[in-house]
């Protein structure tokens, strides 16, 4: 194996459901780096593997880590990153809805503003997209007065009701900071990366 190709093993081998889950705290960051500066053309055998992991974490911290993975992939290659998802499934349970139920019940848990404001564009920039497959999804959704945590929305209903959230938050007079652009180029030791772009010219996935 060449270099790159075991940098990907080692990131496979740490998403295995085998693996002790708190092993993927941090994992996030890794492979985006990965995929931007060791592997540029995503592979989608990688990204399975982040979906099941997201599929099978408990851990809100976990589910941050790696969905900051597909926030940023959304950001840069949105079409591609949401029909592979849609065209892909897990115990007969299509990977966008796996990613996006946990994403959506999540989001207000997560942590730090570098995090919380790149989460927040992704889902804009999926709300702007009126893809079909989003706009006809059901996701999980979770209102304190009712008993039933399971009850579904629309996934642009949710999507709104995520943006206003924030807008609330953000917006009170204890809360008010910069806001940083999730696009922008970041220090390393944040644990970030460029961007995750694909080759110039062709597609980021192979």
Known sequence: LSTPEQIVAVCKKLLSPQTNEQSALCLGNLI??????????????????????????????????????????????????????????????????????????????????????VTLSAICKMFLLRDENIEKLMVITYNPSHSNINSEVNAPFKMLSLMLRFLDVETKPTNKRPIRQPLEDYDDDEGGAEGARGPPGGSAFG
């Open 32 to 117: 985006i780096q990965v995929i931007h500066k060791v592997q540029p053309r995503i592979d989608t055998s990688l990204l399975m593997c982040v979906v099941h992991k997201i599929y099978k974490s408990r851990m809100p911290s976990i589910v941050q880590s790696l969905v900051l993975i597909f926030a940023r992939l959304i950001q840069t290659n949105p079409t591609e990153v949401i029909q592979f998802l849609v065209e892909t499934s897990i115990e007969y349970r299509i990977c966008l809805k796996i990613v996006l139920d946990k994403w959506f019940l999540q989001q207000a848990l997560f942590r730090g503003n570098y995090t919380r404001t």
